[in-house]
């Protein structure tokens, strides 16, 4: 069983979003999946509800768990090859339960200064889980408006997003602002299954999942 968190201490990345996706990707692939919503707010289970009411779409599981437990309730669920945790900072010590359950933590990242500046908390968190138990962490940029000057001069700031004096790597893929992600995820649908979807966003989230498939 590999765990991967999806976590950020500042709201409104698309955190939850990009964790739907990749558990309907892992799920396609024919991976047993379990997504654990650990944000008070939900956004995860409303997704997992909302789609099991569609009963051509293949199923994964779900569960909410809001609690600083989480590090060891992960453990009890050995029955899956994956398990995707969508986590929030409106918990501290379930955000840390989260990141220390994690082989894999991810930390999505909007393309603008102030956004990566924002992660100050998230950061500060992960290095002090990283003096007792190395995680591998990685950036992922999100919400990328295409052929801006913006996007373009945001790897200077991420330059400074460091754990302990080392940099964090970013992922090569880059997911772009579209709409197919709000339309697909309204109807529990990733937007690889979304037949209004754009092409170009099937194709990202296809892209971000290969890329993880060698942490798996």
Known sequence: MKVITIGSSKGGVGKSTIACNLAVEATKGGIKTLLIDADIQASS????????????????SAVAIVKDTIRHDVKTFKDFDLVLIDAGGRDARTFRGAITAADLFIIPV??????????????????????????????LLNQVVAKTRLAADIGEA????????????RLKTVLHHRTAYKRSINDGMGVSEYSDADGRAASEIKSLWEELMKWL
Do not use: C, H
């Not at 409303?46 to 009963?55: P, Q």
């Not at 909007?110 to 500046?117: A, G």
């Open 110 to 139: 909007l393309p603008s200064p102030y956004d990566v500046w924002a992660t100050e908390d998230t950061i500060t968190a992960l290095s002090e889980v990283n003096t007792i138990i190395p995680i591998e962490s990685r950036i």
């Open 158 to 169: 991420l330059e400074g997003l460091k754990i302990n004096g080392k940099k964090i790597e």
């Open 45 to 60: 289970m409303v997704f997992r509800e909302i789609r099991s009411n569609n009963e051509i779409l293949p199923q994964f």
